[in-house]
């Protein structure tokens, strides 16, 4: 419990989002016996779940952050508690990640992907959540934006899997469908083979740029202090 500290002002929602991403793992682990649907299940959470869950995390890092003022005036810049604290989310969602990978090897789970590879499944989204919620809530110093941008994007993303999924129909097995190369839920979709690489590689590249995006704006502590003053 002394992890939540590192964010003070969310900790209900920080246990709510870890207790709802093992309760799904407890779910995957109930219905093993049902190949099929554990293993979508499993899909849904690695790839959706988590790195939603720890991107609505980042919305709050610093925009919306009730002790902000606290921590500058005690000679903490603005970028280094965002630092310390996206490190934190993304450590967190790298443990849950490693871990639920592990349970699926251990429950024999079939992935479409091969086991060296899976790490991405999880990662490159994660990255994107994380950076996409903490730059849009610092453009404007709302928490709201973050949270909002990255439902959106994700919540997009999984209502057009069916839309791409007939779009590439004809796409031969392991062939390139330009479509699934910008869904960050390709693996759920079943868009695999050389686009996925390419997929993932961009939602890594994202992902790595917005997040020094929200350092950048991070730098910018007169404007925070300033929004911050203006919801109280």
């Known amino acids: 419990m002394g992890l939540l500290r590192r964010f003070p002002a969310r900790r209900a929602e920080l246990l709510g989002c870890l207790l709802i991403l093992l309760a799904m793992l407890a779910g995957v682990g109930a219905l093993r016996m049902q190949t099929d649907f554990a293993s979508l299940l499993a899909l849904f959470t690695l790839e959706l779940l988590l790195p939603l869950g720890m991107g609505l995390m ?71 959540c994380l950076g996409c919620a903490s730059a849009a809530a610092l453009l404007r110093g709302r928490a709201l934006d973050g949270g909002m941008s990255v439902i959106a994007l994700m919540g997009g993303a999984l209502v057009t899997v069916p839309f791409v999924t007939h779009a590439c129909a004809a796409t031969p097995p392991g062939g390139f469908c330009v479509w699934w190369l910008v869904n960050p839920l390709a693996t759920l979709g079943g868009g695999l083979g050389l686009v996925w690489s390419f997929n993932r590689l961009l939602g890594l590249s994202l992902g790595v740029g917005l997040l020094a995006l929200s350092i950048y704006l991070a730098r910018r502590e007169e404007a925070l202090l300033h929004v911050a003053g203006a919801v109280d």
């Open 58 to 128: 980042a919305a709050g890092c610093l925009a919306g952050d009730p002790i902000l003022e606290l921590l500058l005036t005690a000679h903490r810049p603005a970028w280094q508690v965002l630092v310390e604290r996206l490190a934190f989310l993304l450590a967190l969602g790298g443990l849950l990640g490693w871990m639920a990978l592990r349970l699926f090897e251990r429950w024999q789970l079939p992935l479409p992907i091969r086991a060296e590879d899976r790490l991405f499944i999880w990662l490159s989204p994660l990255l994107f």
